[in-house]
């Protein structure tokens, strides 16, 4: 038996698309659970999928990256302040969403940039929904490592944090205002909530999706934003909103979009808000258990905590890789890319040599993927940035081009503080 009925079972939960995310690190995901199982062979892990929904959810959590951190694209954060101030005073409170909201540090720093733009905890409330229990048991425990502080603007830290065993906390102050579920962007539509959002981040979950996938889960954003809302996705993504229904905002470095219809409204109009049906399943409550599992987990770290040091067979394992990019073997760079995945997972550093050999190859659409997959798990990498500018100038797309110089100015300036 293939992989591809699980590619598939993924697509139909969560509209995951193995072409965009890799069927390799699918084929990790279904080697861990296996493994947390104790599964021979993927036709017998295939029946037990089938009849236990709890393993159902197992395999999206091992598939899903939580990959982030406080604060990241602080543009982003300066947009969602500016929008929040202009819809104070309308009498009902602010309502703000994150959708993925990973293991809670974009909906808590939206809590505290409010915070820290003189908002009380009466005049918002943020919901925060992602489709991974396990990332969702994290955000509740809300206890942060140093990798979940980046950059060096840690100010915030000082402001809103307790220092805890293993970490740092948000102040319960933060934490309030948060409301965390398990909920599914495209899954079923419940009944209509009482009011639509003033913003909502989802911000590097379209470039999960193909094609198709995008555009309902766009037209679905559009149903839950207010008439005058702003919707924020990732630097990847920027591309997709215009195509349905939205208009760009043109805050700097922020991707910030609004309704195209909210652009043709009469200045004199007054905005009027309206209830909106939201397709967010109410599946769990504010405070959510972990889900019972075959095994644990085995060498697993909380996201947020430092990672350990890579073991030494994943290093040699690039290193073979890299071997082989700098003499031009690119069937094997392809190959050893292929087993490193399956064996140790995405990195960005894999995602970037198969990005080179896909580059040298004259596989232009191959080499983009692969460079912002290294990007997304590593948005400094300065090679792939470097790589992808000069394939993006080949390609005759001198916009994309500029932003990336552009983005590695920004790094370079930092680095020199």
Not at 66 to 84: G, N
Not at 349 to 368: K, N
């Amino acid at each position: 038996m293939g992989t591809g009925a699980f590619e598939q079972l993924l697509r139909e939960m969560i509209g995951l698309s193995s072409e965009t995310v890799g069927a390799s690190v699918i084929r990790h995901a279904l080697k861990r659970r296996m493994t947390d199982c104790e599964m021979p062979d993927l036709h017998t892990y295939w029946s037990y999928l089938s009849e236990n929904r709890t393993e159902r959810q197992e395999l999206i959590d091992a598939v899903v990256v939580p990959e982030t951190w406080f604060f990241r694209d602080r543009e982003a954060f300066a947009a969602m302040t500016r929008q929040a101030r202009e819809s104070r005073g309308s009498g009902t409170p602010l309502r703000l969403l994150s959708l993925p909201c990973s293991t809670g540090e974009e909906p808590y720093s939206m809590a505290m940039a409010l915070f820290d733009a003189g908002f009380e905890a009466t005049e918002f409330s943020i919901d925060a929904v992602d489709v991974s229990t396990r990332n969702l048991v994290y955000a509740e425990r809300a206890v942060y490592g140093r990798n979940s502080f980046r950059g060096e603007e840690l100010g915030y830290r000082d402001r809103h944090f307790d220092a805890v065993e293993g970490g740092f906390r948000p102040h319960e102050r933060v934490r309030r205002q948060v409301c965390f579920t398990l909920g599914n962007l495209l899954g079923p539509v419940p009944q209509p909530r009482a009011e639509p959002y003033d913003v909502i981040f989802c911000r590097n979950l379209l470039i999960y999706f193909d094609r198709e996938t995008q555009g309902l889960a766009l037209d679905r954003l559009r149903q839950m934003l207010a008439d005058k809302g702003l919707l924020l996705v990732g630097p990847a993504e920027s591309g997709l909103p215009t195509l349905h229904g939205f208009a760009s905002v043109r805050f700097p470095r922020a991707f910030a979009f609004i309704k195209a219809s909210a652009v043709q409204q009469a200045p004199a109009a007054a905005p009027v808000r309206r209830s909106r049906p939201t397709p967010l399943p109410a599946q769990a409550p504010r405070r959510i258990a972990p889900p019972p599992r075959v095994r644990p987990f085995a060498q697993k770290t909380a996201p947020g905590e430092a990672a350990s040091p890579a073991p030494d067979p994943a290093a040699k394992s690039l290193a073979t890789i890299e071997h082989a990019a700098n003499a031009g073997r690119l069937g094997e760079v392809k190959r050893a890319a292929a087993s490193h995945l399956e064996e140790f997972g995405p990195s960005p550093e894999v995602f970037y040599l198969l990005g080179l050999a896909h580059d040298a190859d004259d596989a232009p659409s191959d080499a983009i993927q692969n460079y912002r997959k290294a990007l997304y798990l590593a948005p400094d990498h300065r090679q792939a940035l470097v790589q992808l500018k000069l394939l993006l100038q080949r390609q005759g797309d001198k916009a994309g081009a500029k932003a990336l110089t552009d983005r590695l100015d920004r790094i370079a300036k930092r680095s020199d503080v």
